[in-house]
């Protein structure tokens, strides 16, 4: 698994460089808020759900703690929410198994320059976060869960670096509704490895993710926690998802919002 897991990181990285997601200068420092190029209409959504997380998560937790707070940032990529959460005074571990300059753990040293004190990254999969136990007020999975391999494996170690009273959240993760449609979504993924990643599919697609969640999935991995769900209201085009894949007949899409969960 863990030479399977160093290729993926690889191939996953060439992918995201192929694709033109290698931020640099300030448009590296503008994140989420990027407003032109590909990937523009990407962002405004994920743009929605860090605000979400700011005001209906992170903000609670301080305030409810009145300090400022410890958060680990999980598949942090280059680091951008991080960067933005150590703005806010906290301090941030960025985590992810990519350590590449192209947007993973290597592609966040401007942030890590402008604020040496607060972010700190950290190279190593979800199921092996290395900090102590109780070491964070906060912990994020990033527009990350879906790649976990063992969802009750890794909702356990994020669990155990959170303290009592913590917060635990999910931004960008792809729900489903009901499994059928999120099944459907990874067959029609499986049958476009080729067009998509191609000499990379094989590498891309070798490992066991998940790849989407449902509600039911998060409740059995993590039976102690209590989820929820928190509607993010997105641009337009995001919105209308479900009438126009109803209209042309197609599986039910999938939502993002922000899920949250205090640790017991």
């Not at 009901?178 to 990874?186: S, Y």
């Amino acid at each position: 698994m863990e030479a399977a897991l160093e290729q993926f990181a690889r191939d996953y990285a060439g992918h995201r460089a192929a694709e033109g997601r290698e931020y640099q200068g300030r448009t590296l420092f503008d994140l989420p808020y990027v407003t032109s190029g590909p990937f523009a209409e990407q962002w405004a959504v994920r743009a929605r759900t860090f605000e979400a997380f700011m005001t209906r998560g992170l903000s609670p937790t301080a305030t409810r703690l009145a300090r400022p707070l410890t958060v680990l940032d999980l598949g942090a990529g280059n680091g951008w929410l991080s960067y933005r959460v150590a703005c806010e005074g906290h301090r941030a571990y960025a985590l992810d198994i990519r350590d590449d300059c192209v947007d993973g753990l290597g592609a966040a040293a401007p942030f890590v320059d402008e604020l040496p004190n607060r972010i700190e990254c950290l190279v190593a999969p979800f199921e092996a976060i290395p900090l102590p136990t109780g070491h964070v007020d906060v912990a994020l999975f990033n527009a990350s869960l879906h790649y976990a391999t063992d969802l009750r494996v890794v909702l356990d170690e994020a669990q155990r670096v959170v303290r009592p009273g913590g917060t635990m959240a999910i931004l960008d993760s792809p729900f489903y509704a009901r499994e059928a449609d999120g099944l459907a979504m990874v067959a029609e993924k499986k049958l476009g490895a080729a067009g998509q990643f191609g000499e990379r599919a094989e590498s891309l697609m070798a490992l066991p993710f998940v790849e989407f969640l449902t509600r039911e999935r998060i409740e059995q991995s993590a039976p102690n926690l209590v989820w929820r769900r928190h509607r993010v209201r997105y641009p337009l085009s995001y919105e209308l998802r479900p009438l126009r894949a109803r209209l042309l007949g197609q599986r039910r899409p999938s939502r993002f919002d922000l899920w949250l969960a205090e640790r017991p």
